[in-house]
């Protein structure tokens, strides 16, 4: 029955999507309440020397409004040769296109004009340089320094700098691709990827369940490939591909803990890729294919959670999509709260209690620094003006699992589990909204137990700012311990030495290095750096918290610190110590210098970010 629900789901996904509501996407150019693309075939060649994707994108087509005769498609610095449109002989004929002006953020609109309503058009092109999705690598900045590497980045709206498209979560398409590349390189994509393969007449892939836009992946480099387990497998530069297998060994654990609470696994098989440091999220949940960051990998496996976020986005996020960006905590928030289920099934409830508290904790400085409107999880506000209307995405991921959580305590497990498995299964590869799923759950677990979420209360969730009085807190019994520690050692009453920093895992540290920014003296900063080499922690979430509490303490770490922006490319790392070193003049002009070096090792995604906070912070 599962697999009938789930057979049913694929075969319908893209059929279902014509009831959502027309063209809501304001990321998006495209008409997509007039025609969807619902197969895309791409043939690329790479040029590093150019750093240049070229070829054609061919588009299936399925035409909604009966009178509509223009496609328009997303694009964003792509250099259009010719468009093509087939005839019902199957013959290839020239169309008329148009590039409308560019916006900085959202491109340009490529319209495509035909006579009749084709079923397949193809677009030639070529992609810029300093496409905002790709990032080439030369071979000085790889581990290896032998050859060149490139990798995408396409979440929330960079697709289009690289593949044109109907760039919206809204729109899902099947795809397959030929990529040529350099000999002695192997492609991978967000695909089924053979790991026999040789690359002889190009790499060839297909995704054989429907994806949006945000879920194309590639990357291009001298990789090596190592088994984990029968579905699932790690890609990695030579010398980190030892590394990522021992971090990796747990993934089929992970997957069967996440099938037996969401049901079975939709998409064959859970690779993985670790990228170069220049990668800028911590990991990103490319279908087939997940992406991560090398920061990740802290010899003991202790940062593993990471890899069950991503696996979780397979039911939340990738299955079942926020149909605009505007509902992304659909995706987020979801995915937070599956993470900690399958840490507890994995690791105990005692560490994934402290992971809540921490997420919790960190929610709550979040609040203190936002404005009140950037922490409600959705806006009533009209899908239309993104920068100003929707919620910190800081704030989606905790308070999201948070909610959910509330509503999972309430109702027990026994009736909770049931509902969410029944969301996923119900809306598998379709793209959905809030409102779809306050339906649902209203029809599917409120109706029956009107206790678990008064309606008031359900409001104050979704549309109020900040976290509601009714919000019950997480209090973990090591952490409560660790805090009595951690008073009596800011107070000068425990010695540095005491503290046994050195017997903590790393949500431990984590926790205590977020409570003491601020709050630490620069000298208690350097005796806790000297008892326990805290400056020098292989774990970077660590590194990165401490870090961040010496700049703030002015405790002189300029030496590593500088090493690790300059082999660091992940925002959540680069941001916030930047902006904090910019708050002194001598910071100022220090992060400066440092930027001006580490900046080409950056992907363009993180660029433009720090490149925002400088100019911010020159004015």
């Known amino acids: 029955m599962q697999t009938l629900t789930f057979l049913r789901a694929l075969g319908c996904a893209l059929l279902c999507q014509v009831t959502l509501a027309a063209h809501a996407d304001p990321l998006s150019y495209a008409r997509y309440d007039q025609v969807r693309t619902r197969d895309l075939q791409l043939d690329l060649k790479a040029d590093f020397k150019q750093k240049t994707l070229s070829g054609y994108a061919e588009l299936s087509l399925n035409w909604i409004d009966p009178a509509a005769r223009t496609l328009v498609l997303d694009t964003r610095d792509l250099s259009i040769a010719k468009v093509q449109v087939q005839d019902k002989r199957g013959a290839w004929q020239m169309a008329p296109y148009q590039l409308d002006k560019a916006d900085p953020e959202k491109g340009q609109a490529l319209r495509i004009t035909t006579t009749g309503q084709p079923g397949k058009v193809r677009v030639y092109y070529h992609t810029a340089p300093n496409a905002i999705a790709l990032q080439w690598l030369t071979p000085q900045q790889t581990m290896s320094g032998k050859l060149p590497f490139m990798f995408s980045q396409s979440q929330s709206i960079n697709a289009r700098s690289w593949v044109p498209s109907q760039d919206t979560p809204a729109v899902r398409f099947t795809y397959s691709a030929r990529i040529d590349a350099p000999a002695g390189m192997r492609v991978v994509m967000s695909a089924e990827n053979d790991e026999k393969a040789t690359g002889k007449g190009g790499w060839k892939f297909r995704m054989p369940q429907p994806i949006p836009s945000y879920l194309l992946a590639i990357a291009i480099g001298e990789l090596e490939v190592r088994k984990l387990g029968p579905r699932s497998a790690v890609y990695a530069e030579p010398p980190r591909i ?145 920068a100003e209307t929707y919620t910190d995405d800081g704030i989606i991921y905790p308070k999201g699992a948070w909610f959910l959580a509330t509503m999972e305590r309430r109702a027990g497990r026994a009736v909770f589990d049931p509902f969410l498995r029944g969301w996923f299964d119900q809306h598998a590869f379709q793209s959905v909204t809030t409102e779809q799923f306050i339906t649902y759950l209203r029809k599917n677990l409120l109706a029956q137990h009107p206790d678990v979420m008064p309606a008031a209360e359900l409001d104050e969730w979704l549309y109020g700012t900040g976290v509601p009085a009714s919000a019950q807190r997480v209090v973990s019994p090591r952490l409560a311990l660790l805090d009595q520690h951690r008073d009596a050692w800011l107070k000068g009453e425990l010695a540095t030495k005491d503290l046994g920093m050195d017997k903590w895992i790393a949500i431990e540290s984590m926790h205590f290095l977020n409570d003491i920014n601020n709050k630490a003296s620069a000298a208690q900063l350097r005796e806790l750096d000297q008892v326990y080499g805290v400056g020098k922690s292989g774990n970077n979430e660590v590194a990165y918290r401490f870090y961040l509490a010496s700049v703030n303490a002015g405790y002189d770490v300029r030496q590593p610190l500088q090493a690790f922006l300059m082999s660091v490319g992940r925002q959540k790392f680069v941001v916030p110590l930047y902006s904090a070193l910019m708050k002194t003049p001598q910071g100022h002009a220090w992060a400066k210098d440092v930027y001006v070096k580490a900046r080409e090792r950056y992907h363009p995604v993180t660029q433009e970010s720090v490149d925002k906070l400088m100019a911010a912070q020159a004015h």
């Open 242 to 386: 030892k590394a990522a297998e021992y971090e990796l060994a747990d993934t089929e654990k992970m997957i069967q803990a996440a099938e037996a609470l969401y049901g079975p696994y939709g998409w064959g098989r859970y690779d993985m890729i670790v990228l170069p440091p220049s990668f800028p999220y911590g990991g990103m949940e490319n279908p087939r294919l997940t992406f991560l960051t090398p920061t990740m990998i802290a010899g003991d496996r202790s940062l593993v959670d990471l890899i069950a976020h991503e696996l979780a986005h397979s039911w939340s996020g990738n299955l079942v999509t926020n149909a605009s960006w505007k509902h992304m905590w659909l995706n987020e928030g979801f995915t937070t709260y599956v993470t900690t289920r399958i840490v507890e099934q994995l690791y105990g409830s005692e560490v994934a209690q402290m992971g809540v508290q921490v997420d919790q904790e960190e929610l709550a400085a979040s609040i203190r620094e936002l404005p009140a409107a950037k922490t409600a999880l959705i806006t009533r506000d009209a899908d239309a003006n993104p």
